[in-house]
């Protein structure tokens, strides 16, 4: 039996309104100049060398993560830990989640990420805060969403000549394009390393990924997974005291409970156990 404990969060959205939850009245923009790290913080799942809370948003911790984000430095197929193997109950767990449509929470800079839903025809009521676990195909398999590709928009800093004239950056967007990779490997890739896989393109989308090549989780054995990323960075006219508008703008059904996960499946390869990997449901 699961323990779940769930928070009602839509009394507190509904008065504070969706940015309340993490905009801090009177906090000063951070700038970044080219190659300055960016903090991606997450929920416990890879462990990072230096375990670091960072932020605790009504009651959930967020710590920073082996995301390797570097200002103007676009990435692609990133190795973020050496691959996972589940178990059949591991896996039967992360199919639960999915199933209840659990989604994963990030925060960069302040800022919660973002999810275009593809299901969305129009622009109105497509973006998501937080981005799904994985999906259920027309088979009825469950696929695991193990590769992200993480959009940080950003504009210049318009005060670079008070300080040293260097070229800085704000961010006011950030995105993930989440994807189910069935990654082919023959030597076991470490973390930082760059994927040479014909399945992991630059800008690779779940449209562009067939269905052989998804990641599918086994509830009758083990699954091996391999996480990756990519990094995309896009030059927006959004002014960094606007970048809250489209957050709080967000009306949709993920933001309504939050479900904490308490049920501990096993520790994994990254050295965190997967016991309180909460999501957003």
């Avoid at 990072?48 to 920073?64: C, D, F, M, R, S």
């Avoid at 990654?183 to 052989?212: R, W, Y």
Wanted: aromatic content about 10%; proline content about 5%; charged content about 20%.
């Amino acid at each position: 039996m699961k323990d779940v404990t769930i928070a009602v969060l839509a009394a507190l959205l509904g008065k504070l309104g969706a940015s309340a939850a993490f905009y801090v009245p009177g906090a000063e923009p951070n700038s970044w100049a080219a190659s300055e790290t960016v903090r991606l913080n997450v929920n416990q799942f890879c462990q990072p060398a230096a375990l670091n809370e960072q932020q605790k948003n009504l009651g959930e911790t967020i710590v920073n993560s082996l995301y390797n984000i570097q200002m103007e430095k676009d990435k692609r197929c990133q190795v973020l830990c050496k691959p996972l193997t589940y178990s059949s109950e591991q896996s039967q767990a992360f199919i639960d989640v999915i199933k209840d449509e659990y989604y994963v929470q990030w925060v960069v800079d302040n800022l919660p990420v973002l999810y275009r839903d593809p299901t969305y025809l129009q622009q109105a009521g497509s973006f998501k805060v937080g981005f799904p676990v994985g999906e259920v195909d027309v088979d009825g398999k469950y696929l695991l969403y193990n590769h992200v590709r993480i959009i940080v928009s950003v504009n210049s800093d318009p005060h670079v000549e008070e300080d040293d004239g260097v070229p800085k950056w704000r961010i006011v967007a950030f995105e993930v394009v989440p994807t189910s990779i069935k990654h082919n490997f023959e030597n076991e890739p470490m973390a930082g390393q760059e994927l040479d896989s014909a399945t992991c393109g630059k800008f690779v989308n779940i449209e562009k990924v067939s269905q052989g090549n998804y990641q599918y989780l086994s509830p009758e054995g083990n699954t091996t997974v391999l996480y990756t990323y990519n990094v995309q960075f896009v030059k927006s006219d959004v002014a960094w005291e606007e970048r809250w508008d489209r957050v709080s703008s967000i009306k949709s059904a993920n933001d309504q409970i939050h479900f904490s996960n308490n049920q501990s499946v096993g520790a994994n390869e990254c050295g965190l156990p997967l016991r309180g990997v909460e999501w957003w449901a």
